[in-house]
């Protein structure tokens, strides 16, 4: 089993920052995949920002140039600056990983989410 615990949202004025962490614990051998998504009130969960093990990054249009994704393999850690933060930016915020676990099997675990509000 994996366990992945989500730290840093909040409340935060039109033009601030916010930088989300999720720790992952558990029955690992190797994360592929990290990655952070949202979902708004009403709509659809989408991809925010994701990096693979070789460090390759992948951004929503709406956030490329404001958020940036980083990871720390040994810590198992997957961090989101997010600047210049937006009022539709506003939604939960959830981490995922893609594990690779000690038989081989690669599994997908989300984190619990994690509330960002950005107020005008």
């Known amino acids: 089993q994996v366990q992945l615990v989500e730290s840093g949202g909040g409340l935060v004025q039109a033009g601030g920052s916010l930088r989300l962490s999720c720790a992952a614990s558990?029955?690992?051998?190797?994360?592929?995949?990290m990655g952070w998504y949202r979902q708004a009130p009403e709509k659809q969960r989408e991809l925010v920002a994701a990096v693979t093990r070789g460090g390759t990054t992948e951004y929503a249009d709406s956030v490329k140039g404001r958020f940036s994704i980083s990871r720390d393999g040994a810590k198992n850690t997957v961090h989101l600056q997010m600047n210049s933060l937006k009022p539709e930016d506003t939604a939960v915020y959830y981490c995922?990983?893609?594990?690779?676990?000690?038989?081989?099997?690669?599994?997908?675990?989300w984190g619990q989410g994690t509330q960002v509000t950005v107020s005008s």
């Open positions: 558990g029955y690992i051998f190797s994360i592929n995949d």
């Open positions: 995922h990983m893609r594990v690779l676990n000690w038989q081989e099997a690669e599994l997908d675990y």
